[in-house]
């Protein structure tokens, strides 16, 4: 009886290396396993789960390019491909804390590091089997996420003083805490508690005093946990967030930074990692923790454009802050790496217009280096591509403020979806754009309007000055441009010799208009445009006789 516990079952073992998997099926033959199926990569086993329920799954942490044994887990959980008796095995020969600890903390039903023997893999699957057929109501219910009967099943196991009672006590108080219900969830840890200080225990409670926002006392019993386990990367999580609460970002990081060494393929470690470093002006490590999100995503079926364009975006946002002229260098050149990466990857990509993407970050560098007259021009030959592509509104956005045409990007920035905003990565570098360009837009809008207020006093060679001063701030911006050919313009007909000689004006003039000379004009610029030019015109062809 023992040597069939997998007997009638149907297994799946993925694995790329096919050596392991004749000698895997030989030692599951002698276990009862006659109906055995074989995947190389986490993208052929996603494709038969879905067309076979399968009742055992031995899967390899490292899968080739494609979708790790972590990724094929989440995956299945989310596309619900999993039966609640299936059993899923993590089987690897690596075993670096990083690796072990991003596994064990999707909670696989085990993990076993090869090589190990045909004894304890029969004594591992069925220990699980026990497990799953004595608490097949409760595996059912979280399944099927109806939570209300969890609740019952945990309780009614826990009054029989069954054998899986701390597993159920740990379910239970993380179910009522998803709930909400964290009066019941810390009399049930507090029972608990008084009789071991478990570690999951201590960070669930833990968990419940964060969110009374009692730090002090979350802080210690995470520490208390940590004593236990010293790998608790969940505990480390939870001081990062207390002490981002207590103003202590520089401690803040310190422990995010421990737990991501721990445990670097979680997507929420790593956006708190953001988050964090943000708060600090930490740039590397915004790099760092966007690139980690978008490599943890890449293959999974959290796969989304978005984590690609926050990476991007993240690097532009470095190149700019970087003092080191070499350093600058660098991140350009990431950013143009990973644009080119990305164009080898036609499943992350085709969802979006990747090309206006690309012109816009290319536009972005170009501004970068000190190129603005380009950049306004590459702008250009995708600005009216905008309209129908909401996704690509934000990098306009954050283009235009870099080039310094603040209406036109207030003026999208306000056509922005709901998605946008609720970008985490991107809300926050509009939000940091916005702040530390706003001295430099106080300044150019009072220039700006000092000078309308000169030039409608007739005072026309002191509002050129003024516009010039606002074009010094922002020598793209559309409407100073026009404003000083227009006060250029006056002091022209005037031939004011006296503070300022005429031929100096006209070649200012003549300069300004290349930043607004086949731009794309919202209509009352256009108008006003064309008007000017004629004037201008005129004046040359009168300077020609």
Known sequence: MESKALENLRVLIVDDQRSFQLMFKGILYSMGATNV?????????????????????FVDYHLGTGKNGKQLLEDLREKKLLKPSSIFMIVTS?????????????????????????????????????????????????????????????????????????????????????????????????????????GWALVLQAHI?????????CLALCDEALETNRYFAEALDLKAKCYMALSAPEDALKAIQQAAEIAPHSIKRQYLVMDIARALHDTPQQVTASKQLYEITRRSLKQDVIHLQNYIRTVIEAAMEAEDPQQKNRYQQETLIALQRARLDESMIRDIDFDLFEVLCQARLESLSGQQFQAKRTYATVAD??????????????????????????????RLP???????????????????????????????????????????????????????????????ALNYIQSLLQVLSQHDTKRSKPGDAFERCRKTFRVVDHMPLPEHHRVRYQELLSRFEKITSERRR
């Open 209 to 217: 005093c964060f969110e009374r926002q009692a730090y002090d006392e």
């Open 37 to 57: 199926a074989f995947a190389l990569t986490g993208e052929q086993a996603l494709a038969k789960c879905i067309n076979m329920d399968y009742d055992v799954l």
């Open 418 to 480: 709901a998605s946008t905003l609720s970008n985490p990565v991107l809300s926050a570098i509009l939000r940091q754009q916005t702040e530390s360009t706003g001295e430099r837009r106080a300044h150019f809008a009072e220039c700006n309007k000092e000078g309308i207020r000169l030039y409608k006093s007739g005072n026309f060679v002191e509002a050129a000055r003024q516009f010039e001063q606002a074009l010094e701030l922002a020598p793209m911006n559309t409407g100073a």
């Open 94 to 198: 690596e075993n670096t804390v990083p690796m072990v600890m991003s596994a064990v903390e999707l909670e696989p039903d085990d993990y076993l590091i090869k090589p190990f023997s045909q004894r304890v893999l029969r004594s591992r699957i069925q220990k699980i089997q026990q497990k799953k057929q004595q608490l097949k109501p409760l595996y059912q219910a979280m399944h099927d996420e109806q939570y209300d009967q969890v609740i019952e099943h945990c309780q009614h196991e826990i009054s029989q003083a069954g054998r899986y009672q701390q597993f159920c006590k740990r379910v239970l108080a993380e179910t009522l805490i998803k709930q909400q219900q964290l009066d019941s969830a810390e009399q049930v840890l507090t029972q608990n508690l008084q009789q071991h200080r478990s």
């Open 385 to 414: 591509l905008l309209t129908d592509q909401e996704h690509s509104l934000a990098d306009a956005v954050l283009l235009l403020n870099q080039i310094g045409e603040y209406e036109e990007a207030e003026t999208l920035k306000q």
